[in-house]
């Protein structure tokens, strides 16, 4: 399979826990911006304090901030051998500034994870993570339909996107990418 990949879907549907597994079995790192962003958070730095209140609304952080927390990621020794990146791009400018960046070396695959609306507002009130209130996971949904789902068109111009239904189990789900992927 391709070792320079990203993972699209809507929140909730089990990116992060699908990117971590997948990463760990072939061996890329995993780059999610929102684990760098809380990381920010939990630091206290600046660009935290920043985030924080942003993030807790539902709201994208803006386009800069996360550009260039991962075009220096993508600089990192350990990304030469491939990269999944999980919440990222979320944006149009997102996904031309990740284009540029990775010219010389495309992506290969782009994994879209696709489940329910409703299956996923109850699985992130389940969750329970401190920016789960019902009123941000709404306007969770609502920042992804408007700007992170036209993002599908954008990959399937370059014939990356791999669909994968992403309504099951955990091993379920990982299977389907796994077959996705191995086509
Ligand atoms: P995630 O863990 O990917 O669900 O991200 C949690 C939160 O971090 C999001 O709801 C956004 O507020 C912020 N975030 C993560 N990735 C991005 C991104 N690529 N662009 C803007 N905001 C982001």
Redesign the pocket.
Known sequence: MGRRALILGP??AG??TQAAMLCKAIGIPHM???????DHVSRGTDLGAR?KV??E???????D??IAM?KERLTAEDARCGFLL??????AP?AEALDREVADQPLEVVINLEVDEEELVGRMLARGRA?DTEE?VRN?FV?YRRQTEPLIEHYEKQGLIRTVDGLGTIEEVFGRICTALAS
């Open positions: 929140p909730g990116k992060g999610s911006t929102g684990e760098m962003l809380r985030a942003i993030m609304a539902g709201d994208l952080v803006p386009d901030i996360v991962v999980d919440g990222f791009p979320r944006t997102q920016d941000t969770r920042v």
